[in-house]
């Protein structure tokens, strides 16, 4: 058993119990590819690392790669598989591997990992991945918990999950997440509603809060079981983010971008050197 099997496979809990397509809006899955376009995609090969049940991999495929590629750890690769099915009729491929490890017989020109670095035991292992599978001069992208920002998660919410991914999914999902989730649904709506302007920016997740909030209490009971079902979460500082884009030998200088992304998260991501 590898070291992330046992966070595959809590996660593979997840994604297989959902329904058929995508759990985010195609409005949700542009804002987390950004500064990707379809420019960047379209007629290229692109692969995913951290690929779940597809949900990212399905809108992808709308921006016309010439070859998509997903590879998860997990059993989730049964539901990416019949998704994607659904998407697309070629030129994709899911592989059931572990993405630390895993090299492609040829490079991407594209290669992203979204929501997955935070999870694995060595996440910096994660991140020379990504850069290991890209050719030269490929873009890559990637996006992880930040520490900054996520104060409220750290203190509380991360306790109740080293105790709750130590319980049957259905547990954790239904008498743990759900009732758990439903203080902060209301409180994003009440942002959202009353309380969106720049002068209520020091309320604990405002920015976050603001994007959750157009979504319906499902995805927030997703966002909150996904929170609680891993045995192993990340906070990623700013730092550590740089020292990564900036000690790596393959990144290309003066072309990488680090994002504050929702004031919870980091979007990062540049060029492999020619």
């Not at 997990?74 to 491929?93: E, I, K």
């Not at 572990?98 to 994660?126: C, M, N, Q, R, W």
């Not at 309320?203 to 157009?214: F, K, N, V």
């Not at 990623?236 to 003066?254: C, F, K, Y």
Request: glycine share 10%; hydrophobic share 40%.
């Amino acid at each position: 058993m590898t070291p992330d099997q046992s966070t595959a496979d809590a996660f593979a809990a997840s994604w297989n119990n959902l329904p058929e397509g995508s759990v985010y809006s195609a409005e949700q899955a542009q804002e987390w590819f950004a500064p990707l376009t379809p420019d960047d995609v379209e007629g290229r090969r692109v692969l995913e690392l951290g690929c779940g049940n597809g949900s990212l991999l399905v809108h992808m495929v709308a921006w016309k790669p010439a070859y998509l590629e997903g590879v998860d750890l997990g059993d989730s690769v049964t539901s990416a598989m019949r998704n994607m099915q659904r998407a697309a009729t070629d030129g994709w491929a899911i592989r059931k591997a572990d993405l630390t490890t895993y090299t492609a017989a040829e490079p991407f020109d594209v290669v992203y990992s979204i929501g997955v670095l935070h999870h694995l035991g060595d996440p910096k292992a994660g991140f020379d991945a990504v850069l290991r599978n890209l050719k030269p001069g490929g873009r890559f992208h990637c996006w992880v918990y930040a520490h900054e920002g996520n104060g409220v998660v750290r203190w509380i919410v991360d306790p109740i999950r080293r105790v709750a991914c130590l319980l049957p999914w259905r547990v954790t999902k239904y008498l743990v997440a759900t009732p758990l989730v439903v203080p902060y649904f209301l409180y994003a709506k009440a942002v959202s509603r009353w309380l969106g302007g720049a002068r209520f920016g020091f309320l604990p997740l405002h920015a976050y809060s603001l994007w959750i909030a157009r979504r319906g209490f499902a995805f927030f009971r997703h966002v909150a079981f996904d929170q609680l079902v891993t045995p192993r979460t990340r906070y990623i500082r700013r730092e550590t983010v740089e020292g990564w884009l900036a000690n790596h030998p393959g990144v290309q200088p003066g072309a990488s971008y680090v994002v504050f992304r929702n004031g919870n998260s980091w979007k990062f991501g540049g060029r492999k050197k020619g």
